[in-house]
């Protein structure tokens, strides 16, 4: 069955910086969208970077362009999340999902079919 497993999250102070990985299984990983999201307490569930199939394209959002990278290693099967200049804004469950439906990057949470069950992201001041 399709599995995605996150890792990597933790504890850092601010400025800081941390790496998401997010492994893939059950299905042919190059042919889904990858997305990374995150979610605070209290607020919905909101894309962070998207990436599409090849990893040619990537989309990001405002509050973290410039300091968040997306990746991916279809050999790997794998998505990555490289995260700097870390905020305390920041800290949140950062979730990955796939989306095999569609070929663009999708900024809402409801066009992605798997979930992963998220990693804990917290950035003291």
């Known amino acids: 069955q399709v599995q995605l497993v996150e890792s990597g999250g933790g504890l850092v102070q601010a400025g800081g910086s941390l790496r998401l990985s997010c492994a893939a299984s059950g299905f042919t990983f190059s042919t889904a969208v990858m997305g990374w999201f995150r979610q605070a307490p209290g607020k919905e569930r909101d894309i962070v970077a998207g990436i599409r199939r090849s990893g040619a394209i990537t989309y990001y959002a405002d509050s973290v362009k410039g300091r968040f990278t997306i990746s991916r290693d279809n050999a790997k099967n794998t998505v990555y999340l490289q995260m700097n200049s870390l905020k305390p804004e920041d800290t949140a469950v950062y979730y990955c999902?796939?989306?095999?439906?569609?070929?663009?990057?999708?900024?809402?949470?409801?066009?992605?079919?798997?979930w992963g069950q998220g990693t804990q992201v917290t950035v003291s001041s």
């Open positions: 999902a796939a989306d095999f439906t569609r070929g663009l990057i999708s900024t809402t949470s409801r066009a992605y079919d798997y």
